[in-house]
């Protein structure tokens, strides 16, 4: 059965964006915004409301490598693994980052939801490489230290939080 | 006129809508897996690639042909593309032929051998998917698929159902229903049309031809066919007889030969259908309950509106199936005897259908624990049991139907082209008008293979509408423009597949429009030369009401609120 509040905050993005076909897109975005993922019912659930197939909209989410169909952490960090990143050693960030996080083989979220660690290909800022984002916030120049020192540091703030 | 020239040749086209079109009708059977002509064009395949004056190379298919143009289709660069666009395919493919279900229909195989790729230079690489074989009509193995996008096409254009999809991306892109479910758990109709597209394996009809040899094998059962309309004017192309030759005599000599005790006539079934739905329509009209009423006898759109229009299931017919209602009816009739010597009765139905497998299997069909149909296989596996069985088709003597139940009315033979349904409602409406003013509706709107098709006449003083639609794209849409009120019927016939019946799934394929008229033209002939034209006129069908279903119509209903709607 479709959970009320799904129902309810994807009709809301429906509203927001408008109940066109052309808007899939956007609507998805919206809805990964809000759930940090793209839940089936979710995507059911607007399948009807658009008048576009299940297997189409599930088309979408599994061609662009931004849509995730799994929980996403609290924090996304995007390394950047562009050319320029990665002769100046991202890598061993990105290493050192699955290693504090402990992420098994295949696995890009800690189980507490709080990380998700991804690869980008470019981020347009190879000025400051290597480079990575964290919800979208810039850290240049980074090191796999800095990179654990600035994991720290949110870990710090989300225990205050809590 | 407008001029191409196509291999040195001067070749006039005028309104092709493509250069492959002109190069296949200069004569020259250019390669294709992805191209219909009734689908959108996708040009991935490349194999209709050719070459123009100046060396360039681009796929005929999704070239608009001009005036002048000068092209090549055999050049050295032509042949080398389409030879390694062919091994990288077989790269991918499950490359098992001899045990795969369409061997010696396959394109790839075809086009393979036509190529001769007799070496394929690339290893295997692609790690193994399963085999989905949860549908009671089609089986998907993925790894045979060339990811032509045919069946995704004839599923979300024709059909507008879109059970299937391309999803994920790159080297890890496939065909499937929505989050890679079973093909059962998402909104698939069991039309099969997807499989009268797939140029390989990839998607087959379900086959359960081992349960038939199993039947007609054991003396202890009696084993009763039907065969419904569509199939007598397309098993034999099987045996290179054109589209719409009727070989219903060979057929049934053919079933006697391989086991079969007793074969009947669904189109009998179908004439009692004429009747009890046209009841069911007079009384609908009389108190304007549940109007429009819609046919029930297609199994694909019945799950169609199931999934989609569940608000629909009070107006489409209480009336089981002809499938349905035949095998009920024979059950009925044997069950005394049966009882008495401890016997059991089963019912095969030979069906050009893929969504009749999964009905005879639904639910509700069953009565005290005795399912009304138990086994159905399509028209192809018809003919590869009467090819295992060494029968020599072309040779076979005709014999005639079996009694009771093997007498039918033309009106219930034309049930299997778009439109003979509501021809024979029509028909027996306007029974007691004269022979003109029913011909006149009939010729002028419910024959002919439009999309969309209304008739309209007068019956008590009563403008009746009628609506006959087939391809459930259409259908989609026709029921959408109901439902807001832009348009009003009483009685709307619709048909899963485009042309009805004799382009069902399971029917030879590939399927086209001009077989598809040619298969029609085969029922409409046999109706012009059929005895009884009227179902009400068919004595058998009145003894059957009369006696073996008297107080006991609930034999031939299906009550909707066991439907289940499936969770897509």
Redesign the interface.
Known sequence: MLDLEIKESVDSIIKSRGAEQSSVISILQDIQTQYRYLPEEALDYLSTQLDISSSKIYGIATFYEFFSLEPKGKYIIKICDGTACHVRKSIPILNALRKELDLKEGQNTTDDLLFTVETVSCLGACGLAPVLTINDKVYGSMTPDSTVEVLNQLREENKDEN | MKTMIIDNRKVEFDKEKNVLEVVRKAGIDLPTFCYYSELSIYGACRMCIVEDDRGKIFTSCSTIPRDGMKIYTQTPKLRKYRKVILELLLANHDRDCTSCNITGRCDLQKLSRRFGIDNIRFGEMKEKLPIDDSSHAIVRNPNKCIHCGDCVRVC?EVQG?????????GSNLKV????DRNITD??CVDCGQCRTACPTGAITVKDNRDQFWEAVQNKDKRVVAQIAPAVRVALGERFGLPPGEVTIGKIVSALKMVGVDEVYDTAFAADMTVVEESNEFVERLSNGENLPLFTSCCPGWVKFAENKYPQLMENISSCKSPQQMFGAVVKEYYKEEDNKNNTETIMVSVMPCTAKKAEAAREEFEVNGIRDVDIVITTQELARIIKEAGIVFEELEDESFDMPFGMASGSGVIFGATGGVSEAVVTRLLREKPNHTTKDVIFKSVRGMEDVKEAIFNLDDREVKVAIVHGLKDADELVKKVLSGEKSYDFVEVMACKGGCVAGGGQPAPININMRKERAKGLYKIDRTSFIKSSENNPLVNQIFDELLKDKKELIHVHKKNLQKV??
Not at chain 2, 161 to 169: D, I, K, P
């Open positions: 979300e159902v879109g059970a299937l999809s391309f999803t994920h991306r499937s229903p929505a989050f998402v909104n969770e897509s």
